[in-house]
């Protein structure tokens, strides 16, 4: 075998297996397949100048890498089992937050020591929730800002560069199950090893649900989050932001019983594209340096649907309504809510006239024309909600960007071990379909690394 443990791809639930293994066991000979280039090289051709949308390169920068998906993110590692996947239900909901605290004191010492940890814990604002049907939920948030996340990340694979054979631009085809272990084929070779981590998060959705039907491994979905990204003035939501920095909020439509809920807010940040197997959606993130924060806050409102049967492409129906935004507006389309409301197209001369700056540069339109309308009036009726607890939230010049899109891996079918039913093969990370956030898919490489090293 060429290595006792490989892992493919290294995004947090790579990253922080390998470092595991290594600080457990510094003889296992570990290595690490990643499709995407070193941290230094990743770089997003949009400049907004000579390329303003995305010209969908073969590897995406955002989206892969050393890093994963959260390379450039705005590094908020939620420590809590309420929401960012479902880790606790596979470890238990102890073991689970204490390896998000551990991630945590790692992330610390490589770095990000010095930044703030944000809590929900006696906060007032939770009585003002529920006195208008919102719902906060409970969490405690490390904010490392894209900029210390960056510098953890450095760190970290500084640390682990001599220790741990990464290959870069190295996309794994497909596994194969061996004699005694696995084999990762990549285009020019193949990689042996006696146990193996895939850890190939969002990115990897359609590659890890076809290696699943090739080695017979069970796959179910049936959930994709839809909405879009607001976007407002900083002071709106300030009162909210400087206590607690991200607040998850949930609310229950009043028409149809629907859950809507606030995700991945960025105080002072800017709202991004990304770019999921080809479509444009958009994100948001923030930096912790003042001097790159920006006038505005930017979060996500979120629908969750869940289908039953007879359908099951839950994925395929976000990309059909992201498709839509993007055949209308060449990528994401932004609307004044304001415009929303009164039933008329943004164009560029009434965001022009409007007293606040996008921080990307999206197509005016009209999301009515896109987003089914069970969605979209969820997503107003919670502006509204949120209006009362942050007055300004309502407000005509407040952005909408669409469309936003969680989409869900499937989840791979795996036992309390994080383990298939094959003898050391693990699926761990947003790949596995059972996390959605930095700090599970960390706590989920941590705890792959432990059992294996036992
Ligand atoms: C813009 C943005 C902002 C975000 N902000 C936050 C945030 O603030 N807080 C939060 O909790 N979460 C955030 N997220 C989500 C977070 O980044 C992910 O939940 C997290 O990165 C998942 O980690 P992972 O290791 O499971 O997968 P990923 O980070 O997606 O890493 C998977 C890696 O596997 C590689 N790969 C895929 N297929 C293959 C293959 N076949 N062969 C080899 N390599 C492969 C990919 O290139 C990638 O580098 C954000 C995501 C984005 C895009």
């Known amino acids: 075998m060429n290595y006792d443990v490989l892992i493919i791809g290294a995004g947090p639930g790579g990253i922080f297996s390998a470092y595991e293994l290594i600080k457990r066991s510094p003889d296992l000979k570990v290595g690490v397949l990643e499709a995407g280039y070193p941290l230094e090289k990743r770089k997003c051709p949009i400049d907004g100048k000579k390329i303003k949308t995305c010209i969908n390169c073969k590897t995406c ?28 239900e596979y470890i238990g909901k102890s073991t689970s937050i204490e390896l998000m605290k551990y991630v945590d004191e790692i992330n610390m010492l490589y770095g990000g020591e010095g930044t703030r940890l944000y809590s929900t814990a006696g906060s007032q604002f939770k009585k003002k929730c529920v006195q208008h049907g919102l719902h906060l939920l409970d969490a405690s948030v490390r904010h490392l800002g894209t900029d210390i996340n960056y510098v953890v990340l450095e760190n970290l694979y500084a640390y682990l560069k001599d220790k741990v054979d990464f290959y870069f631009d190295t996309p794994v085809q497909t596994v194969r199950i061996i004699d005694g272990g696995y084999a990762a084929v990549c285009d020019a070779c193949e990689y042996t090893c006696k146990k193996c981590i895939i850890s190939v998060g969002r990115s990897g959705s359609k590659w890890m649900e076809r290696v699943c039907g090739e080695l017979d491994i069970p796959v179910s979905s049936n959930r994709v989050d839809i909405g879009v990204r607001v976007e407002l003035p900083c002071e709106v939501f300030s009162h909210l932001t400087d206590e607690l920095y991200e607040s998850k909020i949930v609310y229950r439509t009043s028409k149809y019983g629907d859950k809507v809920r606030t995700f991945c807010m960025n105080p002072k940040g800017a709202v991004v594209n990304e770019n999921t197997n080809g479509i444009i959606t958009v994100n948001g993130h923030s930096y912790e340096d003042p001097a790159k924060q920006t006038e505005n806050t930017n979060f996500a409102l979120l629908v969750a649907k869940h289908f039953s049967e007879p359908f099951r492409d839950s994925n395929g129906y976000g990309e059909s309504i992201a498709r839509l935004s993007n055949m209308l507006g060449g990528g994401v389309i932004m609307q004044r809510f304001g415009d929303l409301i009164r039933g008329q197209r943004s ?5 022009e006239e ?72 693990y699926v761990i990370g947003d790949g596995s379909g059972i996390t959605h956030s930095l700090s599970h898919a960390s706590a989920s490489g941590i705890y792959v690394a432990r059992q294996i090293t036992q």
């Open 354 to 425: 409007s007293f606040m700056t996008p921080t990307l540069n999206a197509t005016p339109g009209d999301l009515s024309l896109v987003l089914p309308k069970r969605i979209l009036d969820g997503i107003i009726d919670m502006i509204y909600a949120l209006d009362k607890i942050a007055p300004g939230t309502a407000n005509d010049d407040t952005l909408l960007y669409g469309v936003e899109v969680k989409f869900y891996n499937m989840e791979v079918a795996v036992n309390n071990d994080l383990q298939t039913k094959y003898d050391g093969l």
């Open 61 to 88: 920068s955002i989206m892969s890498g050393f890093g994963g998906a959260g390379a450039f993110s705005d590094g908020k590692y939620n420590i809590t089992n309420d929401f960012g996947g479902t880790l606790h």
């Open 347 to 351: 164009t560029p001369s009434r965001i």
